[in-house]
């Protein structure tokens, strides 16, 4: 499958930045791309850098103008687009949301970021409130596309969770540079280190990873830092983490990759993971930390009484689970 | 911290193994190595090659010969130091077991290998039951430490676990080859998989990793393959995944490399990702794989009525709770 990628950088006038994005999805389809990626927050500047009430302007309703925007050029073009958009969902209630537009310029499914950083100059805690749509992958005309978002790519779990629902990709639109003050060798650890961890995901679900990050600088409007210095290195690799593609750092690219789509079923056959996992390990995966305080705070030993009958309990998907080992 | 790794071939003469592991072992602790990790299965040939009911002889009880053999070295050299060993628990029940001998020659704990691969020439799951005692760091005086053994490390949830428990190192004794006939090109792929889903766990949890692999070449007993190259390329990092030394494929090394065992809280600081999991929705960890068919196998909707009471339920380390979302 050819997928395109585009790395760019952003402007304050958000019309500029749609219409230099609408030019290179339209490069992108020209040179056979059928599933189109764009960076996190594509259409503005990364407004995160400061905790600003107006900038909450920016966002808009999912459907709502962006969607009719890259929807229509989904359709026109006939290519899968993965947008990254400020949702609106209420007055005070925002969510950093990627959607997925169908070549028939629908929405295909939609995915809210679910671990929200809050750092120095990427305040997102203040913008964002955690999604609350799980990890699931959505299904489109060119695959199953497990989607997640910037800081989600720091997390072997919701990586594990969409290949366990049959993801066939896992996608990354990210806002990621350089803290000014940073050494050179600490700036190369960090990006080397967000390339790597997004590579083991391959390895370890064995499937392709598409990571789409801004480039350019961008200045603190509150002046406290000397603003981001995105940088760039978008990449794609294959299932064994294999580099397909890496992008300059400070450069803009519409660049495509070509993803042989077969090649998971044999990395899987040869490295067979999800055959060995020991599932009845794992529970303590939903802890916080797992020490003391972390099992006191969950013990309901009083209630054990009661569930003499039950085998499993889980919330999965809207169903109720109850698993207890006795 | 300096940690000393031996990577070493091996040959038919388990007594000559034990030897140059000694010498290898003195000489890291002349070195000034705290902590001596040794490759997987050390005492003898890789014999998972064949399955041959008479190599079960090669197995022992823990504690035993070989407890004895490097206790004696630990407390002699004032050294922690991770074997690797095939333990005889019964017989016709084995275990590929890890034992941690404390400075004062006494084991400081154990992990039982959780993930048993079953490969064309890695027939471990003849030899092998799956572990029991569960993914626990083990306490020492130079530290918690994330023991796990091989095909575990291609495992996100088990090197979670244990950063979950405090460890303050990840590390993975291994025995890991490339087929004879495997292209180059794919057998430079698979190192680097192996090398970046390890690197992946240090950036995801913060964590330095110690990989320990054999070198040189085994010949299968059987003649049905041309045996295993072993390609070496034991490893530490830091907990940016960063690389502190990286040993060549087809040499042994007995090198000592000094870890910053502070770096683990300033890059944790840095990316709080502990901070953030969404632990509410990784409860799906636990299942096979989230489909249809996986969902109806736990399905004990019937039982919902009995348990409106309870609040969450997990089987941790001998405890048994209840969480049920309603």
Redo the contacts between chains.
């Keep these: 499958m050819k997928i395109g990628i585009i790395q760019q950088t952003c402007s304050g006038n958000i019309e500029d930045n749609k219409q230099k994005l609408a030019s290179n999805i339209r490069t992108a389809a020209q040179k056979g791309a059928e599933l189109v990626v764009l960076q996190e927050l594509h259409n503005s500047l990364y407004f995160c850098q400061t905790e600003n009430v107006d900038l909450c302007s920016l966002a808009e309703p999912i459907p709502g103008p962006s969607t009719e925007f890259y929807g229509s050029l989904a359709k026109e073009l006939n290519v899968v687009i993965v947008t990254s958009l400020f949702e609106r969902r209420a007055p005070g209630l925002y969510h950093n949301t990627a959607v997925v537009m169908e070549r028939d310029g629908s929405i295909a499914g939609k995915y809210r970021k ?4 809050d ?1 120095p100059a990427y305040y997102e805690k203040f913008y964002f409130t ?1 999604g609350d749509l ?2 699931h992958p959505i299904d489109t005309s060119v695959g199953r596309l497990g989607v997640q978002v910037c ?1 989600d790519q ?8 969409m290949a ?3 993801a066939e990709l896992l996608i990354y639109p990210t806002a990621i540079g350089y803290e000014s003050s940073d050494t050179p060798e600490e700036q190369e ?2 990006r ?2 967000w390339t ?6 391959a ?2 679900n064995g499937l392709p990873v598409i990571a789409v990050n801004r480039t350019g600088h961008e200045p603190d409007p509150s002046g406290q830092t000397n603003g981001i210095q995105f940088w760039g290195s978008s990449f794609v690799c294959g299932p ?3 580099f397909l593609y890496r992008a300059p750092k400070n450069e803009e690219i519409v660049e495509i990759i070509d993803v042989d789509m077969k090649r998971s079923e044999n990395v899987r056959r ?2 067979p ?2 055959r ?16 003391k305080e972390g ?1 006191e705070a ?4 009083e ?2 009484d ?2 003499d ?9 809207g ?8």
């Design positions: 679910m671990h929200i950083p750092d955690p799980g990890f800081w720091w997390y072997p779990e919701g990586a594990r969770l366990l629902q049959g650890r960090q080397e280190a790597t961890v997004q590579r083991g995901h390895v370890a064994q983490g294999e040869w490295w993971f999800l060995d996992r020991r599932i009845e390990e794992f529970s303590p995966l939903t802890r916080r930390f797992i020490d099992i969950i013990d309901t030993i209630t054990i009661a569930i009958a039950i085998d499993t309990i889980e919330d999965i998907g169903f109720i689970f109850a698993r207890v080992w006795l």
